[in-house]
């Protein structure tokens, strides 16, 4: 079987640092670097949880991780960011008491900047935060988008609510593109192929009671296990829906690299808003840049394949 190379930079979060335990299970994928950029995270327990989980998960695979020296304009909240120090003091990835994949010498856009260079076949991106450290790569070496097979991007809405409830937004932007739209607007001045996993099928992907409970079931299964405990880290309100309920958004994106069969795309043409009130929000106008929007998942079918996935660890 002939494996797509694939570059992975996320932030950090509880769903992204699932989605390279699940990246990294895969037997279609080779994963070519993992970068870290610190937007919906603290950078240092962000990266010692990824090598770990590389440790934990990666059967022996070599690669060292790239922590990002890129800023946003506007921060995320701290009680989200802090979640990366509760996954990366799980004792199932503290249990061999070292870390073995290393960090990175160079930042995360550079080092991309060499992975992508370093592989003969054209590379998928995979970004389950911000742009920034695209854009930035973009900059430094405007030759790498030849490169680039396609950018996988989790981020951006067409409906009217996105999901940043902050003051001076209108709250129309999804979250990754908010944290710097101007990042998000220069990769859509570009010619790369953009599959935007928007959040009109993660809006169908929420962490509901019974996923929980089947992850308890067969918590027998290591891997089913650990997703179930950095789940538990995000617990669910039930009696209302909040703006802390928890979707999938990055373990989806991340599922439609390893089986694109599971989702329904079309196309959108869309620029992102730079600044102002609506920042950050993707819209569509016909004089627009083409996405391919995921717009439709089969939602047990997802679920069964990142469960399978997590049993075969
Ligand atoms: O907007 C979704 C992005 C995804 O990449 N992140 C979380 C995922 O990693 C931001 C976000 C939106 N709502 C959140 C988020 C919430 N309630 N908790 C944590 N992060
Ligand atoms: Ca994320």
Known sequence: MTKKPIYFNHDGGVDDLVSLFILLRMDNVEVTGVSVIPADCYLEPAVFASRKIIDRFGNGVNLDV??????????????????AFLVDALPILNESGNVVTPVAEKPAHLHMIDA?????????????????????????????????????????????????????????AEWNVFWDPEAAAKVWKTNIEIDLVALESTNQVPLTLDVRERWAMDRSYIGVDFIGQCYAMVPPLVHFKTNSTYYLWDVLTTAFIGKTELVKVKTVNSIVVPDGPSQGRTVETSDGRPVNVVYDVDRNAFFDYITELAKQV
């Open 116 to 172: 992508i260079r370093n592989t003969s076949e054209k590379t998928t991106l995979l970004f389950t935060g911000p742009l920034t450290d695209l854009a930035r790569a973009l900059d430094e070496a405007p030759d790498i988008e030849d490169k680039i097979e396609r950018l996988v991007f989790m981020g951006g809405t067409f409906r009217e609510d996105g999901n940043v409830h902050e003051p001076e937004h209108d709250g129309t």
């Open 66 to 83: 790239a922590a990002s020296n890129s800023r946003g304009k506007n921060p995320f909240p701290k009680d989200w960011r802090m979640h």
